[in-house]
Protein backbone atom coordinates (compact mmCIF):
# COMPACT_ATOMS: atom_id res chain seq x y z
CA UNK A 1 0.00 0.00 0.00
CA UNK A 2 1.27 3.52 -1.15
CA UNK A 3 0.95 5.94 1.78
CA UNK A 4 -0.55 9.68 0.65
CA UNK A 5 1.39 12.27 2.92
CA UNK A 6 -0.78 14.74 4.07
CA UNK A 7 -0.84 18.55 2.07
CA UNK A 8 -0.55 19.68 5.85
CA UNK A 9 2.80 17.53 6.36
CA UNK A 10 3.65 18.26 2.31
CA UNK A 11 3.60 22.17 3.35
CA UNK A 12 5.30 21.88 7.09
CA UNK A 13 8.43 20.40 5.59
CA UNK A 14 8.68 22.76 2.73
CA UNK A 15 8.44 25.48 5.48
CA UNK A 16 11.23 23.47 6.70
CA UNK A 17 13.45 23.67 4.36
CA UNK A 18 12.98 27.09 3.37
CA UNK A 19 13.66 27.91 7.33
CA UNK A 20 16.69 25.98 6.96
CA UNK A 21 17.42 27.65 4.00
CA UNK A 22 17.47 30.89 5.18
CA UNK A 23 19.00 30.01 8.62
CA UNK A 24 22.41 28.46 6.42
CA UNK A 25 22.18 31.57 4.32
CA UNK A 26 21.92 33.79 7.02
CA UNK A 27 24.91 31.73 9.44
CA UNK A 28 27.05 31.59 6.04
CA UNK A 29 26.96 35.59 5.91
CA UNK A 30 27.62 35.49 9.27
CA UNK A 31 30.32 33.27 9.68
CA UNK A 32 31.89 35.41 6.37
CA UNK A 33 31.74 38.30 8.31
CA UNK A 34 33.81 36.62 11.43
CA UNK A 35 36.27 35.14 9.05
CA UNK A 36 37.08 38.57 7.53
CA UNK A 37 37.44 40.14 10.79
CA UNK A 38 40.22 37.49 11.56
CA UNK A 39 41.67 38.47 8.34
CA UNK A 40 41.66 42.18 9.20
CA UNK A 41 43.00 41.67 12.90
CA UNK A 42 46.17 41.83 12.53
CA UNK A 43 46.44 44.74 10.52
CA UNK A 44 43.79 46.43 12.96
CA UNK A 45 46.65 45.60 15.91
CA UNK A 46 49.15 47.48 14.24
CA UNK A 47 46.81 50.40 13.36
CA UNK A 48 46.14 50.92 17.20
CA UNK A 49 49.82 50.48 17.99
CA UNK A 50 50.58 53.00 15.39
CA UNK A 51 47.50 55.40 16.50
CA UNK A 52 48.49 55.48 20.13
CA UNK A 53 52.25 56.26 19.63
CA UNK A 54 50.82 59.47 17.64
CA UNK A 55 50.14 62.18 20.62
CA UNK A 56 46.44 63.35 19.93
CA UNK A 57 45.78 64.98 23.62
CA UNK A 58 42.38 67.26 22.58
CA UNK A 59 44.97 70.74 22.22
CA UNK A 60 47.76 68.91 20.08
CA UNK A 61 45.66 69.81 16.54
CA UNK A 62 48.21 68.28 14.91
CA UNK A 63 48.56 64.95 16.07
CA UNK A 64 44.30 65.40 16.53
CA UNK A 65 44.37 65.85 12.44
CA UNK A 66 47.18 63.24 12.10
CA UNK A 67 44.53 60.42 13.58
CA UNK A 68 42.15 61.29 11.99
CA UNK A 69 43.91 61.18 8.72
CA UNK A 70 45.02 57.60 8.91
CA UNK A 71 41.48 56.29 9.80
CA UNK A 72 40.35 58.38 7.19
CA UNK A 73 42.37 56.83 4.30
CA UNK A 74 40.44 53.35 5.67
CA UNK A 75 37.08 54.29 5.71
CA UNK A 76 37.84 56.03 2.27
CA UNK A 77 39.35 52.77 0.61
CA UNK A 78 35.70 51.11 1.62
CA UNK A 79 33.76 53.93 -0.28
CA UNK A 80 32.71 55.82 2.36
CA UNK A 81 32.21 60.01 1.92
CA UNK A 82 35.07 61.49 4.65
CA UNK A 83 36.07 64.62 5.42
CA UNK A 84 38.28 66.04 8.16
CA UNK A 85 36.59 69.17 9.40
CA UNK A 86 38.44 72.12 11.24
CA UNK A 87 37.46 73.02 14.78
CA UNK A 88 38.51 76.89 14.59
CA UNK A 89 35.33 78.15 15.32
CA UNK A 90 35.14 76.25 18.67
CA UNK A 91 38.95 76.23 19.14
CA UNK A 92 39.45 72.66 18.54
CA UNK A 93 41.26 70.37 16.12
CA UNK A 94 38.05 69.69 14.29
CA UNK A 95 36.19 66.00 13.42
CA UNK A 96 36.40 63.34 11.34
CA UNK A 97 33.07 62.52 9.71
CA UNK A 98 31.86 59.35 7.28
CA UNK A 99 29.07 58.31 5.73
CA UNK A 100 27.62 56.19 3.18
CA UNK A 101 23.80 55.36 2.39
CA UNK A 102 22.51 52.34 1.63
CA UNK A 103 18.68 51.13 0.80
CA UNK A 104 18.12 48.53 3.66
CA UNK A 105 17.61 49.07 7.44
CA UNK A 106 17.99 51.74 10.02
CA UNK A 107 20.43 54.29 9.97
CA UNK A 108 23.50 54.06 11.96
CA UNK A 109 25.89 55.86 13.89
CA UNK A 110 28.90 54.86 15.03
CA UNK A 111 30.94 57.15 17.30
CA UNK A 112 34.54 57.55 18.82
CA UNK A 113 36.50 60.10 18.79
CA UNK A 114 40.47 61.10 18.30
CA UNK A 115 41.49 62.47 20.86
CA UNK A 116 43.03 61.43 24.32
CA UNK A 117 43.57 63.16 28.12
CA UNK A 118 47.24 63.31 27.32
CA UNK A 119 48.72 66.15 25.71
CA UNK A 120 52.64 66.63 24.00
CA UNK A 121 53.77 67.27 27.95
CA UNK A 122 52.20 64.19 29.44
CA UNK A 123 55.17 61.78 30.58
CA UNK A 124 52.78 59.31 28.56
CA UNK A 125 53.74 58.86 25.13
CA UNK A 126 54.31 55.61 24.01
CA UNK A 127 52.74 51.75 24.07
CA UNK A 128 54.22 49.30 25.87
CA UNK A 129 52.91 45.37 25.71
CA UNK A 130 52.59 44.26 29.56
CA UNK A 131 52.45 40.70 28.49
CA UNK A 132 51.12 39.26 24.86
CA UNK A 133 47.32 41.28 24.99
CA UNK A 134 47.49 43.91 27.41
CA UNK A 135 48.88 47.11 25.61
CA UNK A 136 49.57 49.72 28.39
CA UNK A 137 49.49 53.14 26.16
CA UNK A 138 47.99 56.53 25.90
CA UNK A 139 44.19 56.29 24.44
CA UNK A 140 44.47 52.67 23.51
CA UNK A 141 41.06 51.56 25.35
CA UNK A 142 39.99 55.41 25.37
CA UNK A 143 39.60 55.26 22.80
CA UNK A 144 41.70 54.50 19.50
CA UNK A 145 41.04 50.56 20.52
CA UNK A 146 37.10 51.54 20.14
CA UNK A 147 38.09 53.27 16.75
CA UNK A 148 40.03 50.83 14.74
CA UNK A 149 37.06 48.25 16.24
CA UNK A 150 34.74 50.39 13.86
CA UNK A 151 37.05 50.07 11.08
CA UNK A 152 37.63 46.63 11.56
CA UNK A 153 33.78 45.72 11.55
CA UNK A 154 33.14 48.13 8.40
CA UNK A 155 36.23 45.86 6.76
CA UNK A 156 34.50 42.65 7.77
CA UNK A 157 30.93 44.04 6.36
CA UNK A 158 32.54 45.17 3.46
CA UNK A 159 34.28 41.43 2.65
CA UNK A 160 30.93 39.80 2.73
CA UNK A 161 29.37 41.60 0.44
CA UNK A 162 27.05 43.52 3.30
CA UNK A 163 28.26 47.02 2.88
CA UNK A 164 26.59 48.49 0.69
CA UNK A 165 22.90 47.61 1.82
CA UNK A 166 23.52 49.60 4.46
CA UNK A 167 23.16 53.42 5.98
CA UNK A 168 26.42 53.91 8.15
CA UNK A 169 27.61 58.02 10.01
CA UNK A 170 30.72 57.61 12.09
CA UNK A 171 31.86 60.37 13.54
CA UNK A 172 35.30 60.58 15.57
CA UNK A 173 34.78 63.93 17.28
CA UNK A 174 38.32 65.38 17.81
CA UNK A 175 37.53 67.13 21.52
CA UNK A 176 35.35 64.15 23.67
CA UNK A 177 37.89 64.66 26.42
CA UNK A 178 38.00 68.59 26.56
CA UNK A 179 34.99 70.04 24.76
CA UNK A 180 35.15 72.93 22.59
CA UNK A 181 33.69 76.24 23.33
CA UNK A 182 30.98 77.08 22.32
CA UNK A 183 29.82 73.39 23.09
CA UNK A 184 26.74 74.20 21.35
CA UNK A 185 29.03 74.43 18.21
CA UNK A 186 31.46 71.85 19.34
CA UNK A 187 28.65 69.00 19.01
CA UNK A 188 26.92 70.22 16.16
CA UNK A 189 27.72 67.73 13.65
CA UNK A 190 27.12 65.06 16.18
CA UNK A 191 23.89 66.07 16.83
CA UNK A 192 22.81 66.74 13.38
CA UNK A 193 24.01 62.88 12.31
CA UNK A 194 22.20 62.01 15.62
CA UNK A 195 19.03 63.46 14.17
CA UNK A 196 19.82 61.80 10.89
CA UNK A 197 20.09 58.44 12.79
CA UNK A 198 17.81 55.59 14.10
CA UNK A 199 20.50 54.05 16.25
CA UNK A 200 23.64 54.91 18.01
CA UNK A 201 26.61 52.84 18.65
CA UNK A 202 29.24 54.16 20.90
CA UNK A 203 32.69 52.62 21.37
CA UNK A 204 33.90 53.99 24.45
CA UNK A 205 35.53 51.14 26.84
CA UNK A 206 32.36 51.34 29.31
CA UNK A 207 33.89 50.05 32.50
CA UNK A 208 36.52 47.99 30.78
CA UNK A 209 34.64 44.90 31.56
CA UNK A 210 33.85 43.16 28.21
CA UNK A 211 30.78 41.47 29.64
CA UNK A 212 29.39 44.41 30.19
CA UNK A 213 27.21 47.13 27.90
CA UNK A 214 26.38 50.93 28.51
CA UNK A 215 22.36 51.36 27.98
CA UNK A 216 22.59 54.72 30.15
CA UNK A 217 25.14 56.89 31.14
CA UNK A 218 25.09 59.76 33.96
CA UNK A 219 25.44 63.86 31.89
CA UNK A 220 27.17 65.89 34.16
CA UNK A 221 26.96 69.90 34.33
CA UNK A 222 28.75 72.09 37.01
CA UNK A 223 27.35 74.86 39.08
CA UNK A 224 28.31 78.14 41.13
CA UNK A 225 26.67 79.08 44.19
CA UNK A 226 27.06 82.66 45.08
CA UNK A 227 26.01 84.07 48.60
CA UNK A 228 26.33 87.25 50.27
CA UNK A 229 25.21 88.78 53.63
CA UNK A 230 25.81 92.08 55.41
CA UNK A 231 28.98 92.47 56.91
CA UNK A 232 29.11 93.99 60.34
CA UNK A 233 30.81 93.58 63.96
CA UNK A 234 30.76 89.96 64.84
CA UNK A 235 28.48 91.18 68.27
CA UNK A 236 25.82 92.04 65.74
CA UNK A 237 25.41 88.70 64.13
CA UNK A 238 21.22 87.60 64.27
CA UNK A 239 20.01 91.20 65.19
CA UNK A 240 17.28 92.05 62.85
CA UNK A 241 19.54 94.55 60.80
CA UNK A 242 22.51 92.33 59.84
CA UNK A 243 20.95 88.64 59.86
CA UNK A 244 22.76 85.44 59.36
CA UNK A 245 25.89 86.32 57.33
CA UNK A 246 27.18 84.59 53.91
CA UNK A 247 28.71 81.66 55.36
CA UNK A 248 25.57 80.34 57.31
CA UNK A 249 23.78 80.93 54.48
CA UNK A 250 25.96 78.92 52.71
CA UNK A 251 26.41 76.10 55.19
CA UNK A 252 22.23 75.93 55.47
CA UNK A 253 22.25 75.63 51.67
CA UNK A 254 24.53 72.93 51.07
CA UNK A 255 23.09 71.00 53.82
CA UNK A 256 19.78 70.81 52.83
CA UNK A 257 21.07 70.03 49.17
CA UNK A 258 22.40 67.03 51.07
CA UNK A 259 19.48 66.44 53.45
CA UNK A 260 16.91 66.91 50.29
CA UNK A 261 19.15 65.33 47.26
CA UNK A 262 21.66 62.85 48.92
CA UNK A 263 19.38 59.30 48.67
CA UNK A 264 17.85 60.02 45.08
CA UNK A 265 19.68 56.93 43.33
CA UNK A 266 21.99 57.55 41.33
CA UNK A 267 22.07 61.56 41.59
CA UNK A 268 25.10 63.00 42.51
CA UNK A 269 26.08 66.76 43.58
CA UNK A 270 29.16 67.32 44.81
CA UNK A 271 31.13 70.66 45.98
CA UNK A 272 34.60 70.58 45.19
CA UNK A 273 35.67 74.27 45.91
CA UNK A 274 34.54 76.43 48.66
CA UNK A 275 35.98 80.13 49.87
CA UNK A 276 34.32 82.77 52.40
CA UNK A 277 35.02 85.58 54.16
CA UNK A 278 34.70 89.36 53.78
CA UNK A 279 36.29 89.90 50.28
CA UNK A 280 37.04 87.12 47.96
CA UNK A 281 39.83 87.04 45.23
CA UNK A 282 38.56 83.76 42.96
CA UNK A 283 41.64 82.50 40.42
CA UNK A 284 40.20 82.73 36.89
CA UNK A 285 40.53 78.97 36.55
CA UNK A 286 38.12 78.34 38.82
CA UNK A 287 40.33 75.97 40.88
CA UNK A 288 41.52 78.36 43.27
CA UNK A 289 41.61 81.63 45.22
CA UNK A 290 42.11 84.11 48.09
CA UNK A 291 39.60 85.18 50.70
CA UNK A 292 39.95 87.76 53.01
CA UNK A 293 37.94 87.57 56.65
CA UNK A 294 38.49 87.84 60.25
CA UNK A 295 36.81 86.45 63.04
CA UNK A 296 34.90 89.11 64.21
CA UNK A 297 33.05 90.58 60.97
CA UNK A 298 29.90 88.95 59.46
CA UNK A 299 31.02 87.07 56.39
CA UNK A 300 29.85 88.90 53.68
CA UNK A 301 30.62 86.41 50.33
CA UNK A 302 30.89 83.04 50.31
CA UNK A 303 31.84 80.86 46.61
CA UNK A 304 30.80 77.34 45.92
CA UNK A 305 31.39 75.34 42.83
CA UNK A 306 30.21 71.92 41.89
CA UNK A 307 29.11 69.50 39.67
CA UNK A 308 25.70 67.60 39.18
CA UNK A 309 25.50 64.25 38.06
CA UNK A 310 21.97 62.50 36.87
CA UNK A 311 20.77 59.56 34.90
CA UNK A 312 18.01 60.97 33.10
CA UNK A 313 16.93 63.85 31.89
CA UNK A 314 14.08 63.92 34.11
CA UNK A 315 16.20 63.55 36.93
CA UNK A 316 18.32 66.39 35.80
CA UNK A 317 15.22 68.64 35.79
CA UNK A 318 14.26 67.84 39.01
CA UNK A 319 17.56 67.98 41.05
CA UNK A 320 18.04 71.23 39.52
CA UNK A 321 14.56 72.64 40.52
CA UNK A 322 14.73 71.32 43.85
CA UNK A 323 18.45 73.15 44.39
CA UNK A 324 17.08 76.10 42.79
CA UNK A 325 14.31 76.32 45.25
CA UNK A 326 16.40 75.36 48.37
CA UNK A 327 18.72 78.68 47.17
CA UNK A 328 15.63 80.71 47.04
CA UNK A 329 15.16 80.39 50.80
CA UNK A 330 16.86 82.51 52.70
CA UNK A 331 18.07 82.94 55.91
CA UNK A 332 17.82 86.59 56.69
CA UNK A 333 19.43 89.11 55.44
CA UNK A 334 21.09 86.97 53.03
CA UNK A 335 21.09 86.46 49.31
CA UNK A 336 22.37 83.66 47.27
CA UNK A 337 22.45 82.68 43.49
CA UNK A 338 22.94 79.18 41.75
CA UNK A 339 23.71 79.27 38.49
CA UNK A 340 24.34 75.74 35.52
CA UNK A 341 26.66 75.86 33.24
CA UNK A 342 25.80 76.14 29.55
CA UNK A 343 28.83 73.30 28.68
CA UNK A 344 26.84 70.49 29.83
CA UNK A 345 26.97 66.85 28.97
CA UNK A 346 23.64 65.44 28.70
CA UNK A 347 22.64 62.11 30.21
CA UNK A 348 22.04 58.74 28.10
CA UNK A 349 18.73 58.24 29.29
CA UNK A 350 17.74 54.49 29.90
CA UNK A 351 15.11 54.05 27.35
CA UNK A 352 13.20 50.74 26.11
CA UNK A 353 15.09 50.97 22.85
CA UNK A 354 18.60 51.28 24.57
CA UNK A 355 17.65 48.14 26.96
CA UNK A 356 16.13 46.61 23.40
CA UNK A 357 19.47 47.05 22.15
CA UNK A 358 21.21 45.49 24.60
CA UNK A 359 19.34 42.69 24.34
CA UNK A 360 20.15 41.76 20.42
CA UNK A 361 24.09 42.74 21.56
CA UNK A 362 23.84 39.64 24.01
CA UNK A 363 21.96 37.31 21.69
CA UNK A 364 25.04 37.65 19.24
CA UNK A 365 27.19 37.73 21.64
CA UNK A 366 26.07 34.52 23.00
CA UNK A 367 25.29 33.23 19.45
CA UNK A 368 29.34 34.16 18.69
CA UNK A 369 30.40 32.26 21.62
CA UNK A 370 31.13 35.10 23.78
CA UNK A 371 29.14 34.48 25.99
CA UNK A 372 26.35 37.08 27.71
CA UNK A 373 26.39 40.54 28.55
CA UNK A 374 24.79 43.06 30.84
CA UNK A 375 24.38 46.52 31.19
CA UNK A 376 27.15 48.85 33.39
CA UNK A 377 25.98 50.34 36.45
CA UNK A 378 25.76 54.39 35.71
CA UNK A 379 27.48 55.26 38.27
CA UNK A 380 30.95 53.25 36.98
CA UNK A 381 29.45 55.45 33.11
CA UNK A 382 31.04 58.89 32.88
CA UNK A 383 29.70 61.40 30.38
CA UNK A 384 30.48 60.76 26.91
CA UNK A 385 29.67 62.18 23.34
CA UNK A 386 26.65 58.97 22.72
CA UNK A 387 24.74 61.14 25.57
CA UNK A 388 24.01 63.84 23.30
CA UNK A 389 22.36 61.65 20.83
CA UNK A 390 19.59 60.37 23.19
CA UNK A 391 17.21 62.41 22.24
CA UNK A 392 17.28 61.89 18.51
CA UNK A 393 17.96 58.07 18.31
CA UNK A 394 15.36 54.92 18.83
CA UNK A 395 18.10 52.95 20.59
CA UNK A 396 21.64 53.47 21.62
CA UNK A 397 24.02 51.62 23.57
CA UNK A 398 27.93 52.81 24.17
CA UNK A 399 30.92 50.63 25.50
CA UNK A 400 31.43 48.48 22.46
CA UNK A 401 34.88 49.18 22.07
CA UNK A 402 38.37 47.68 23.74
CA UNK A 403 38.11 46.74 26.66
CA UNK A 404 39.36 44.64 29.56
CA UNK A 405 41.90 46.88 31.03
CA UNK A 406 41.42 49.81 33.20
CA UNK A 407 43.27 53.09 34.59
CA UNK A 408 41.59 55.40 31.66
CA UNK A 409 42.90 58.88 32.20
CA UNK A 410 45.91 57.87 34.35
CA UNK A 411 49.66 56.75 32.87
CA UNK A 412 48.41 53.47 33.83
CA UNK A 413 45.75 53.13 31.12
CA UNK A 414 45.63 49.27 29.43
CA UNK A 415 43.56 47.47 27.26
CA UNK A 416 43.45 43.84 26.04
CA UNK A 417 44.08 43.89 22.28
CA UNK A 418 42.12 40.31 22.11
CA UNK A 419 39.16 42.03 22.60
CA UNK A 420 39.58 44.07 19.27
CA UNK A 421 38.49 41.05 16.76
CA UNK A 422 35.95 40.09 19.72
CA UNK A 423 33.62 43.83 19.49
CA UNK A 424 34.55 43.71 16.00
CA UNK A 425 33.00 40.62 15.51
CA UNK A 426 29.67 41.00 17.76
CA UNK A 427 28.94 44.59 16.14
CA UNK A 428 29.13 43.04 12.71
CA UNK A 429 27.10 40.69 13.33
CA UNK A 430 24.96 42.93 15.06
CA UNK A 431 24.14 45.25 12.30
CA UNK A 432 23.74 42.57 9.58
CA UNK A 433 20.48 41.20 11.61
CA UNK A 434 19.38 45.07 12.72
CA UNK A 435 19.61 45.31 8.17
CA UNK A 436 18.37 41.90 7.53
CA UNK A 437 15.85 42.07 10.69
CA UNK A 438 17.46 38.67 11.48
CA UNK A 439 16.62 39.56 15.19
ZN1 LIG B 1 36.63 58.52 25.72
Redesign the pocket.
Known amino acids: MILKPSYKFLFFITVLCFSLLGFSQNNRKEKSIVKAVDQHTEKAIALVKKTVNINSGTMNFDGVQEVGQLYKSELDKLGFKTELTKGDTYGRAGHLIATRQGKKGPKFLMIG?LDTVFELDSPFQEYTMLNDSIMKGPGVA??KGGDVIIILAMQALNDAGLLDDMSIEIIMTGD??KSGDPIALSKKDLIDAAKRADIALGF??GDNNPKTIVVSRRGSTDWQLKVTGNPAHSSQIFTDQIGAGAIYETSRILNEFYGQLAKEKDLTFNPGFIIGGTTLQPDEDGTGGHAFGKTNVVSQETLVRGDLRAVSLEQLIKAKATMKRIVSEHYPKTNAELTFSEGAYPPLTKTEGNVKLLGYYNTVSEDLGFGSVTAVNPRNAGA?DISFTSEYVDMAIDGLGLTGGGG?HTISETGNLNTVAIQAKITAVLMYRLVNSKL
Do not use: G
Request: aromatic share 0%; no cysteine; charged share 55%.
Open positions: HDMEEENAD
